[in-house]
Structure formats: C-alpha cells, structure tokens
C-alpha cells in the first residue's frame, strides 16, 4: 500500500507539470497540444462576472496562454493587444467564471446511473457550463481510474477526488485512504481533496430528524455515537485530510458540527471541514456553522417533480433547505452550492440556479414544478446564488487561488452565457444558454452556430 501511496504522489507531481488535454468529438478521446505561453486572447464588449469582489463586473478581460492577464474597460484590455491576439467581440454577451460543482457523482457514477463513460460525462458537465468538479465517493478502484484517465490525457475537468472512509450506509472502509495524501499543486488537473465520511442515511437508511415525517416511523438513523464519529474526524484530520460529512437530518448536521469543532478544538478551520446537504437545521444550529468556522455545501434545486419523501409537518417546516435563515445567520461566511448529480434533475447548474432564486424545480423532462408556497421563504437572489456557484465552490476545495473568479493570475476557466442572469427576471433563468467553456485557456466546448464566440488558432 505504501507503495502505491507513493507511485500515486509521483504521478500527482507529473501531472502538476503535464499538459491538460483535450478530447477530439466523438468517443474516442484524443490528447491535445498543451497552451502555448505566446497565446494572447482578448474577449471584450461583453458583460463580465468577476465573482471578484474588488472588482465585480467589467467589460473586458486578456489570457495570456492559460492564466487571466487582466480584468477591465473596453479601451484598457484592447491596449493589450499584440501581434498575434485573437480578439473576440462578445457583442453583448455575459462572460463569468465557469461553474465549480464541489460534490458531484457525475464521473464514480457516469456507467451505473448514467449509462455514459467517462469521456461522455465529461462532455455533458463541459455543455453545461462546468469546469471545475468534487467528485464524492471515490473508493480505491475508482481512484487508480481517474488517475488513469489523468495519465492518458483525458480529464479535461479540473477534478478533486474525496476518498471514502465510509459507505453511504456508514460502513467504515479501513485506513486505506491515508496511503494517498492530499494534493495542492496550484492548476493540477487530478486532485486528491480530502475523506468522505456518510453520519445519517439518506441514499442508505433514512435521514436523522428530530421529528417524524410520519407517525410511527422514527426519527432515521444515525450511522455513529457522537464519540464515534469524533474519532473518525480526528483521525482524518490528524493524517492532514480535509472532511466532507454526509449531514441531511438536524441530528446529523448537530453531530457533524461537534465533530468539526471537537477536532479543531478551537484552533481556526485551516481544513475547510465540510458538511455536505445540511437539507434539514434547526434554527440554533444555524450560527455554529460561522461560530466553528465550517463550510457547508447545499443542494441548489429542491426536490419538487420528484420529492425525497413527505413534505415536513408544518411546524418544521422553516428547517428544511433553509437557505435564506442560513445565509443571514451566517454573513461572509463561504457557503457553497452543489448539484449532487445524478440523482435528481438534469445536470444543468442554470437549473439549479433557478432554483436557488426560485425554489421551483426544473424536471428531467424541462418542465417546470412549482415549490409550496412555505419554502418561498427560502429564496436567495441571484447576486447571492452565483456566489455559491463559483468563488465560495472553489474554497471548499481549496482552489479559490485558482479558478471560481476572473482576475489576474487565476487559472482562465469560463464561461459564455446567452445573457446575464444578474440583469435577466427569474423566471428567464432557466431559459439561458452556455455558449462555450474554456479550461485553463483552451475552449473545450462551442455551442453549435456561437463560432464566433469561441476563439481558434487555427
């Protein structure tokens, strides 16, 4: 195993210092030529999302090969311009960073769920305007996939991997995921980000509440005694791992905070210990997230085409997906967004933001469900939303010094949409369209007839 641990830290460096690569269409993936550093591109007459925020909006913004060069006026970013620039009239258009989902099942799960490769459900995250991914249950096996697929030159999402030290039914999988230390070489492609660990059921068993959903069934199931789950914590922690805890009842996000905070023992959350869902809190619950430092990932479209179970009684009803009453109760801290694909939706984060500003769901059929009108209240905006979906997403896997904004030194990972969804009513939201999507300089997807807004060195 020690062995391996270390072939696996080599191979990480390798790929600190290789190419990212593209894929050819079709289904055979193909490398590409790496960024020339002399490549000199200039997007301008655009409406440009920073997510930056000393400088939150401009009109046009240079890459120099991979990296963002600068950010600012129409006059001033064409003053850039060089023997040799390709130049790109967004004509209008909104360019922002592209979207970092923290905790995905889109690759361990892309055959069993999906029904598509690896290769294919690169595709559909890069269609849709994701550039940078967490991917949550990565077991040993899919582990030694990834980083196959890395070795190959076919992962063309920057990826984070968290390795499990549980099953989603609360099994412990042994110590094996400590013979693979965390990784953070600034731009690598394949990431080893930290342990998953799984406290209440929820794809397994039933979500600990404090209440029942129904009369007789119980209160759900919680997967470890608080010391138990302590000492999971600890132990992940002591071998320099950060944590992402599985939290979706009040009881588990309860125990997931005391096991942060236990294993902090007062000292900052240097870490970035996640909880992950958080789908049901207790008001006093609420500031402790702040209070201990935690960042929690939670769920962007509420589940209403096909609901997770029976809606609260109505006196608890405040405390399921209570984004507003969290956000509030929890100023500047990095809440993130996730989109926990496959398992509900389509794998489209303009849905999700939709949702967020919304509550309304967009099904797998496009259609449109409407929320109940108790979790309207739990509605953030979209200048809140984007946030989550960007800057804060890439903080919880510690590559906010990377991607997730557009300013000078950060990777040059973005998007093109259709229009802004600052500007845009809610409703049209989910209307947008991603145009293209570019990775550390390379546009790895062109919506068909948006040529001209993809730039080529051909």
Wanted: proline residues 8%.
């Amino acid at each position: 195993m020690k062995e391996k641990g270390r072939a696996f830290t080599l191979f990480l460096l390798f790929l600190g210092l290789a190419a990212c690569r593209a894929f050819q269409s079709g289904p055979t993936p193909s490398p590409a030529p790496t960024v020339s550093p002399q490549q000199h591109l200039i997007f301008h007459n655009g409406a440009i999302l920073t997510m930056d925020t000393t400088r939150p909006e401009a009109q046009a913004m240079a890459i120099a090969g991979d990296r963002i060069e600068a950010v600012g006026g129409d006059a001033e970013i064409l003053a850039l311009r060089r023997p040799g620039s390709v130049v790109v009239d967004l004509q209008g258009r909104t360019l922002m960073p592209g979207f970092v989902d923290p905790h995905t099942h889109l690759l361990n799960d892309a055959e069993q769920y999906l029904e598509m490769s690896l290769a294919e459900a690169q595709q559909v995250a890069l269609e849709n305007g994701i550039t940078t991914i967490g991917d949550l249950y990565v077991t040993e096996e899919f582990l030694q996939e990834m980083a196959e697929l890395a070795k190959n030159g076919q992962l063309r999402l920057r990826t984070s991997l968290y390795l499990v030290a549980t099953d989603n039914c609360g099994r412990l999988q042994g110590e094996w995921y400590k013979e693979y230390a965390p990784t953070h070489t600034p731009g690598e492609m394949l990431r080893i980000g930290g342990v998953k660990i799984f406290t209440d059921g929820g794809t397994c068993e039933r979500p600990a509440l404090s209440y029942e959903l129904q009369a007789g069934e119980g209160l759900g199931d919680l997967f470890f005694s608080q010391e138990e789950l302590n000492s999971l914590v600890a132990e992940a922690q002591t071998a320099g791992f950060q944590v992402a805890i599985h939290a979706i009842g009040d009881r588990a996000v309860e125990q997931a905070q005391t096991a942060i905070a236990a294993a902090l023992a007062g000292q900052p959350n240097s870490y970035r210990h996640r909880i992950e869902h958080n789908a049901v809190i207790r008001p006093e619950l609420l500031p402790r997230y702040g209070e201990i430092g935690i960042v929690p990932v939670i769920f962007g479209p509420y589940p209403v085409c096909n609901p997770f179970g029976p809606p609260p009684p109505p006196e608890y009803q405040s405390w399921e997906w209570p984004w507003r009453a969290l956000l509030d109760a929890n100023p500047g801290l990095p809440v993130a967004w996730h989109g926990d694909d496959p398992f509900f939706g389509r794998i489209r984060p303009l849905d999700d933001l939709y949702s967020l500003v919304t509550r309304n769901e967009v099904g797998e059929d496009g259609q449109v469900c409407e929320s109940p009108t108790w979790q309207k209240v739990h509605t953030i905006t979209a200048a809140e939303a984007l946030p989550l979906m960007t800057r804060n997403a890439a903080y919880a896997l510690f590559r906010d010094e990377e991607v997730g904004r557009l300013a000078p030194g950060q990777y040059a990972d973005l998007i093109i949409l259709s229009g802004n969804p600052l500007a845009v009513e809610p409703e049209a939201i989910k209307d947008l369209e991603v145009w293209l999507a570019m990775v550390g300089g390379r546009v790895e997807y062109c919506a068909a007839g948006r040529e001209a807004f993809c730039p080529s060195w051909r």
